[in-house]
């Protein structure tokens, strides 16, 4: 889906930041950020919350057959992050082959280029993860 590159410009400082949502009830975070906090429901407050991008690896796969856009980057190591607050978030580990990566290591997270095959020259960041040694 294309966007206006007005609404892109307007994202950008979300971008660089890992920004979730809080639930101020139950103390509860939530990445991608949610209007409802499927705990309490609409008794739930929610308000911005800015996770500090660490975290642990949850589980991980080799991706070596690719989504369109990413194929000059397989074979890569996607996992599912466990972030201090508490979220699980997907992404890409950079920086490192499927075997130097083990459950429970410590990453955090970096913004990357993640394509530029936009015909209007847009280049789409995104936050990944790296090892943290
Ligand atoms: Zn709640």
């Known amino acids: 889906m294309k966007e206006s590159i007005a609404l892109t410009w307007r994202r950008i400082p979300h971008r660089y930041r890992l920004e979730g949502t809080k639930c101020e009830v139950c103390g509860n975070v939530y990445f991608p ?12 407050k929610i308000v911005p919350f800015t996770f500090s991008g660490k ?6 796969t080799e991706i070596s057959v ?10 890569y190591v996607f996992a599912i992050i466990e972030l201090d607050e508490g979220a699980r978030v997907a992404g890409q ?20 280029k993640i394509q530029q095959d936009d015909p209007e020259g847009l280049i789409h960041y995104g936050f990944k993860f790296r090892l943290v040694k």
Request: positive net charge; glycine residues 8%.
């Open 93 to 112: 580990i950079v920086d490192a082959s499927y075997e130097d990566v083990s459950i429970g290591d410590r990453v955090e997270v970096v913004f990357r």
């Open 33 to 44: 950020p949610r209007n409802v906090c499927p705990k309490c429901r609409s008794k739930g």
């Open 66 to 75: 690719p989504p369109t856009g990413l194929e000059r980057q397989v074979p």
């Open 55 to 60: 975290g642990k690896v949850y589980s991980l």
